[in-house]
């Protein structure tokens, strides 16, 4: 049996999670054990990057999966269009 690419990308999502996760955790043992600030600022580096491209996977799928589905093709570009920036401007605050 077949796994949905639904589930096959949720399963991606949570794995970029547990990496995430692990990053933290490295963040905080580096924390505690006083290690060099450039090595700190590079894991503080690596999660912010995770997080930046978890965050635009799922700003994607969800542009892909809710606003342009079709329901949404009944509205004027320009208010999708609208919609995308309001979006993108709460989400990458």
Do not use: F
Request: glycine fraction near 4%.
């Amino acid at each position: 049996m077949n796994m949905s690419n639904t589930e096959r990308e949720k399963q991606k999502l949570v794995a970029r999670i547990h990496r995430i996760r692990g990053q933290v955790d490295a963040i905080e043992r580096s924390l505690t054990t006083e290690d060099d600030c450039a090595a700190l600022l590079m894991l503080l580096a690596n999660v912010r990057g995770g997080i930046n491209s978890l965050m635009a996977e799922v700003l994607e799928d969800h542009i892909r999966l809710h606003m342009m589905s079709p329901e949404k093709d009944t509205l004027p570009t320009t208010e999708l269009a609208e919609d995308l920036i309001e979006l993108v401007r709460a989400y990458l605050k």
